[in-house]
């Protein structure tokens, strides 16, 4: 197990179009997070699963947005009708159990799109 | 709201310096204090990591400095080097979140 692993690196999109990033995490690591992250900003949190259950979503998060994580393992993050205020790196994080500031999160190299 | 605040926002130190960089937060519910520090094209990744009832805690060239009454803390790269250039992020730990301050872009000339 090398890290958290990340699907597509990079990906352009028309406006309107769906996209749909994968993320596999550390195989032992029951936590999974998105973020995303602009130029010259902080990652900003976007969704958190604890195993299969997706347990907080962001406010800032619209209904175009959604998550899944099946069986606990890999995850998906689809974006819906995509706007060009989604063009962003999407990064994929995961942790063991405990405390996430002692721990850490992994991170991918992440997705970045493009919508034009 | 922005929990948060790191300063300053870009850093350029000579080869063999001392980088310092500055964040302060305002919650008192924060269980650790990490900074991340992120190459283009990368992810962050967990550079070193302080509790709040500690005030230093050293790990090769890096230092955290915690100040619990003033609620700041900050990030000393001593002998900074080329290879040191990056993104540092200070952020705030909070059960399974971590709330980031906005990075700070360094710069080692040579």
């Known amino acids: 197990d090398t890290g958290v692993s990340q699907n597509p690196r990079h990906k352009i999109t028309k406006r309107g179009q769906n996209v749909t990033f994968r993320c596999d995490p550390i195989?032992?690591?029951?936590?999974l997070y998105w973020y995303r992250q602009t130029l010259g900003q902080g990652p900003e949190f976007l969704t958190y699963?604890?195993?299969?259950?997706?347990?907080?979503k962001s406010r800032l998060l619209s209904d175009r947005f959604s998550a899944e994580r099946p069986k606990g393992s890999f995850s998906t993050l689809e974006i819906q009708r995509t706007e060009q205020g989604d063009s962003a790196m999407y990064l994929c994080?995961?942790?063991?159990?405990?405390?996430?500031?002692?721990?850490?999160?992994?991170f991918g190299s992440g997705t970045r799109l493009t919508v034009v | 709201q922005q929990q948060v605040k790191q300063s300053p926002q870009s850093l350029i130190v000579q080869k063999g310096g001392i980088s310092i960089i500055n964040c302060a937060y305002e919650n008192t519910a924060f269980d650790y204090f990490p900074w991340y520090q992120q190459f283009p094209g990368k992810g962050p990744a967990l550079l070193i990591a302080i509790r709040p009832d500690v005030s230093e805690k050293k790990e090769g060239r890096f230092t955290i400095s915690f100040n619990k009454s003033a609620k700041q803390f900050s990030l000393h790269i001593m002998d900074s080097q080329p290879g040191d250039s990056a993104t540092y992020f200070c952020?705030?730990?909070?059960?399974?979140?971590?709330?980031w301050g906005a990075g700070t872009k360094l710069i080692i000339k040579p």
């Open positions: 195989s032992e690591h029951n936590r």
């Open positions: 994080a995961s942790s063991p159990t405990g405390s996430i500031g002692l721990y850490g999160y992994t």
């Open positions: 952020a705030a730990s909070r059960n399974y979140q971590l709330i």
């Open positions: 699963f604890q195993n299969e259950a997706q347990l907080e």
